[in-house]
């Protein structure tokens, strides 16, 4: 699927992206229209045998309309299927976009070097047979690559089924998705690591009334990524709704970088990472080459950026309708529902919460003019139960009672779910005209799977509508989310501030533990201060006199070769005075020499006692992602709780202040039971001062933990600090 | 929806039931039978206008082939629909089993009375304007349940949708969900709370394939309610699957042992409980009196009994083909995957980690044997990947595979999605022989929403067959879950156990809180020790000259007027000495005084200063489940994690403990971080003996606080006890 190359050497591409200058200009933008719509098609491989791999895309390029050229390429036939067959690929006339390759793997090397001397852009390989199927297959696959390199020609796959262009008709690959000769039409592009499952995706989001424009099966991505479609969708004008599904990617960052470029264009990225969980990633590893970096990192990266997480098609199916019918973006979370049935309305209710809307009550004016609308012993409230009670004249109470409901000041979106909406086509469409006098997005909940003629005069107008209540509330929340990402973004446009000036980084050469001391030193040169600490050598301890600290204190062995102090017995807590330093400095030093016979020990380090809350700040130079701090409760609650969260490194202070501000055990640090209100600014900083740190050391830092950190109040204690170096060279895979 | 009786009498009810006793015998159950499948309907307000209320079931019985008799009821006319039409119910001929009653709220309580002179034994009342039309409609109400009081006529409704007994075209009601004329039918039976919400659901699962056999729409129920029909469908050896819509019930206890019927009668109840979240009971509080218990206790009641919890349309229809299809029921949470893509052998691992499914390693065996039968490169795992491999006899290689993943007796379960088994009928009928073979449950999931031939072939032969491999892998997780606590219940199927012999329990008249002392007391008399604690009067505390207590002690003013004693400042921690502890006792009787000028204060309470993991125990009454007892973390655990569990009173310490090792946290307790492993048996004793506390004291107690116990190893110390009693009257509401 992806290539097996890791992707550390990519952190010197990220640190251009970290400035936060944009990633590619318009200029060097990758241009894939050829690809998705070729002027002319040259099939390797071709045949007219029905179920061949080289025969089914030869059918579908001929039957289902595709108005461009096939060349079909077989040495064993003068035609096909009607169509002069050529000897060779260098025998096809000129003006060829897109050769499809459907040759056994070894011969697919020389093809990619015929695509070079014919200067034909694209090559799309459906063979498989490379490193899926080897040691062999991964010659050849190298041997795919040197091919590639300096060819001029962009490959899809090999590995893969093809692609879609439902407009256009270019069915160009094979198996049932592409099989399928009518797809509905609409401004939505999927790029599929996995061909099999992608396809399934599509045909039941199809069978379910979506509409696509393109689809592109990757395969192997030995060239053309995951990533790289989603740029070009990103920026293709015939393109509102990106989608893709995702087992993992090589490079983190740009992930990240697409995510806020959605939120600039506007489109939404709807994406599906499957491998989420242990025994999910397991069975990519097994089929894949894809690194499995960890699934909460791209959770990170997904509520950053302009993505909107589905797992399964029927989210495809209402979020993509949701960002396509007409309208703005909602301005916040705040949900208005009118429904026919108090059952409705409790299972709207208990959606919205679920996906994390608003039912704020109706101001006072709603309920006056409800009133005026409806029988007297409706239920006025938000939910609007209209109690199924029809009017004399025909009219609908529901639409009605939605005019009123859009209007009021205190709702963003409304979700209406009534057969007096929904069994007419005439009250349908006018439910289209409250949401235009509205100007707020409108979400319709069908009764049951049927109004036929209603749900078509809903998508005439671009009214989003749903099969239950329970996908229109995710629908809702989708849409307000991804409003909310983007005012965020918008306003935030600048690169991120540092906002102070680090001291001298010094660190050693190679890899490994840096000692407890050097490890607070680094951190001190970010201004992360050690107070309340000392080192002292032997030779200090032996001559000690006075200590200009408050007793009691820790004391603990300072060595490199010893990250972990407590299982080596190596750290002594609450001590009293300077005589039982000295001893406890023997202890540990013993300890440590006993635990580690060939520990280099550096001194002691003496620390003032603590006491507190304990809280994590660390920082992971992740092989896909980069540099990402993480921020979390300590003790118990991150290992047993697991209540911490992410960023991607460099960020400011606000944003680190939104990562404390977030975990779930977060009022323990507002004063909770009578304690101390935490500093949160002062912690923010040291957050975002780590931040820096590893980004800016990128190359040299592997992690960083402080770890914890004793919160009392304004009195944040750095109880313990360890820095991990990798190899400048790690860098490089 | 339900009456406005609060449940608090049912208290009583529940001793019965409590004590293992059967709640009702085959002699005293209540028949359906004939509300169903009547000889006879009588439609008291029958009209021939399409639209009216009265007029829709005339066209349904007499159109969709119901084979009994209609009578129409209308003195306006001799005819209707070509039937003779009687001017009275007491002029229709006999035999009718069951009345529709389509006429004005205020006619309906003397139509009742003529059911009962005509010994009709149902009525079903469609018409609205009861209780939820304001204080008049309360009064009709009334007279309504006078008038069934001693009628012998059982009533559905009122302001119900009416009832559906699909086989025999019974469509008794009117609505979209009852005008649908041909449903599938299937052996599943369902009752909603909500007529307008639940035939939407029935409709949306009949148009994905699922059948029913009975449909009741409920309404206010003042007579029969949700439970009355689930415990009717579990008895009813037509009925396979019992389904229900429920947004609350009267009776949480009746709903328990209900469930603990579905597992003996091996019949599984898909629930779907709206009005889960703070939104959703707020919408159902304000179109029902349904009493909103709380949802944890709903989920605890779930977990306990043969419930599935659903929460869509989907739901029912792949759990219960699921539970249809032939075979029996899964020994274990082991699957084992065969799938012809990659991509959906990670979603489908996703899925079942998701669902609490277990994806063991293939045997060494099976290894061997997918090796003589995949190709070379095929992934050999679980998930095993056919790659899409085709055998050039067109046999099925995903069957082949499948047939040795079944036998693997390392699975309990077989998830099969590969076209090679779902686009031929004759490949999809062999899995059906490989399952009978295996003797375990397969669940095949489908390419896509096509291959109507072969989905058929799977329905014919009783495979549960879906449109997803998540669909497949709720599907497998519901039946294991029930499949795993039908084992549990037939092992423990004995009373509950008291093994200890209560001490006597003194507790004052009246409601209110017990002082801390006398709850101690209480508990006491349950061998819930107070150690290392002691009551001192104030008499006692002036001439204090030894203690017989560990030092540093606790000193608290003890007050049944003063139950929150840190707000009252009426407590002093780490008091050193007997002259510490005389000035502590003046201070917190002064502080208790100066909180609440009138507090009764009877002494001081002083105690061994304990330290360690705070846990509470809890126990309430709670006015729908009765009583009940409650394990969580203590402290901040409780509060921001909110890490607790119920269970229904009485529970044996094997329960006790199996709720102490379910909470999120539950490590904290097994020597978590180097501290000592706590005792948990005698942690399990403790909320064993309080459950036996509130159950045998239903009558009186309303609640009980032991918050928090510190847990430190062996030592467990009660640091607080608080009991909270009901006046023996607020049990008759």
Redesign the interface.
């Known amino acids: 699927?992806s290539s097996n190359l890791t992707c550390r050497d990519r952190v010197q591409v990220m640190s251009a992206s970290i400035a936060g200058v944009a990633r590619s200009s318009a200029a060097s933008r990758l241009d894939l229209t050829k690809l998705f719509a070729p002027r002319a098609i040259a099939v390797v491989g071709a045949t007219d045998a029905a179920n061949a791999i080289g025969g089914m895309p030869m059918r579908y390029l001929t039957e289902f309309g595709y108005a461009g050229k096939v060349y079909p390429v077989n040495p064993k036939r003068e035609t096909l299927m009607g169509l002069t067959c050529y000897a060779s690929l260098l025998d096809v006339p000129a003006g060829v976009d897109v050769v499809l390759v459907a040759v056994a793997a070894k011969f697919v090397p020389d093809i990619i070097r015929q695509c070079s001397a014919k200067n034909i852009p694209f090559a799309v390989v459906l063979s498989a047979g490379f490193h899926?199927?080897?040691p062999e297959?991964q010659l050849l696959e190298e041997d795919l690559l040197r091919a590639l390199k300096g060819s001029g020609v962009r490959m899809v796959g090999p590995n893969c089924l093809g692609l879609l262009n439902v407009s256009e008709k270019v069915h160009n690959g094979f198996g049932?998705g592409l099989a399928e000769k009518n797809y509905h039409q609409g401004p939505v592009a999927m790029v599929?690591?996995?061909?099999?499952?992608?396809?399934?995706l599509i045909?039941?989001a199809h069978?379910a009334g979506a509409g696509f424009q393109y689809v592109a099966s990757i395969g192997n991505s030995l060239d053309l990524n995951v990533l790289d479609f989603i740029e070009y969708f990103l920026e293709s004008p015939d393109i509102k709704v990106v989608s893709a599904?995702v087992?993992g990617v090589d490079d983190g960052r740009r992930l990240v970088e697409l995510g806020k470029r959605a939120l600039e264009v506007g489109k939404p990225i709807l994406i599906w990472k499957?491998?989420?969980?242990?025994?999910?990633q397991?069975?990519?590893a097994?089929?894949?080459a894809s690194l499995a970096a960890s699934y909460a990192l791209y959770q990170a990266a997904f509520r950053e950026g302009g993505y909107v997480e589905v797992?399964?098609?029927e989210d495809f199916v209402d979020i993509s309708r949701a960002f396509l019918a007409s309208g703005k973006l909602p301005e916040g979370k705040r949900v208005g529902i009118v429904t026919?049935?108090?059952?409705?309305?409790?299972?709207?209710?208990?959606r919205?919460?679920?996906a994390g809307l608003e039912?704020p009550p109706l101001s006072q004016t709603s309920v006056y003019q409800l009133e005026g609308v409806l029988p007297?012993?409706a239920?006025i409230?938000n939910?609007v139960?209209i109690s199924?009670q029809r009017t004399k004249d025909g009219s609908s109470v529901s639409n009605r009672a939605a005019e009123i409901v859009i209007a009021d000041p205190g709702m963003d979106m409304l979700i209406v779910r009534s057969?007096q909406t929904t069994?007419s086509p005439a009250h349908a469409e006018a439910m289209a005209d409250i949401r235009d006098k509205g100007g707020k997005p409108v979400f319709v909940a069908m009764?049951?799977?049927?109004d036929y003629d209603s749900k078509a005069a809903l998508d005439r107008r671009g009214v989003s509508w749903h099969?239950?209540v329970?996908r229109a509330a995710v629908a809702a929340a989708a849409l307000a989310d991804f409003a909310e990402k983007r005012r965020k973004h918008l306003d935030a446009k600048d690169p991120v501030r540092r906002g102070f000036e680090p001291g001298k980084v010094e660190l050693p050469l190679g890899a490994g533990f840096m000692s407890e001391w050097d490890s607070r030193k680094v951190l001190d040169a970010y201004g992360i201060a050690s107070s309340g600490t000392k080192h002292l050598s032997r030779a200090e301890v032996a001559k000690l006199a006075a200590l200009d600290l408050k007793f009691p204190v820790a004391v603990k062995a300072n060595s490199v070769n010893i990250p972990h102090k407590s299982e080596a017995g190596a750290i002594r807590l609450d001590v009293a005075d300077i005589a039982a330093v000295k001893m406890a400095a023997a202890d540990v030093i013993a300890s440590a020499r006993h635990y580690k016979p060939a520990a280099e020990i550096d001194g002691v380090i003496v620390q003032e006692m603590a006491s507190g809350l304990e809280v994590i700040v660390g920082a992971v130079n992740d092989a896909c992602f980069g540099p990402v701090v993480l921020f979390g409760l300590g003790?118990?609650f991150a290992e047993?709780?697991k209540d911490v969260t992410y960023r991607f490194a460099p960020i400011d202070k606000a944003t680190a202040r939104s990562m404390i501000e977030e975990i779930?055990?977060a009022?323990?640090l507002s004063g909770?039971?009578g304690q101390a209100k935490a500093d949160l600014d002062a912690l923010a900083d040291i957050v975002s001062r780590l931040s820096w740190l590893v980004a800016d050391q990128a190359e040299r830092i592997d992690s960083i933990d402080i770890n914890p950190i004793f919160v009392n109040g304004s009195r944040l204690s750095v109880a313990d600090a360890l820095v991990v170096l990798r190899d400048k060279s790690d860098g490089q895979a």
């Open positions: 699927m899926e199927a080897g297959g049932a599929t690591q996995s061909g099999g499952y992608g396809f399934t045909k039941n069978r599904f087992e499957a491998g989420k969980t242990a025994a999910g397991k069975a990519a097994s089929h894949t797992d399964d098609f026919g049935s108090g059952g409705a309305g409790v299972v709207a209710s208990d919205c919460e679920e039912l007297e012993f239920a409230g939910p139960d199924g057969r069994s009764g049951a799977d049927e099969l239950t329970g003790g118990v047993v709780m779930r055990g009022k323990l909770y039971r």
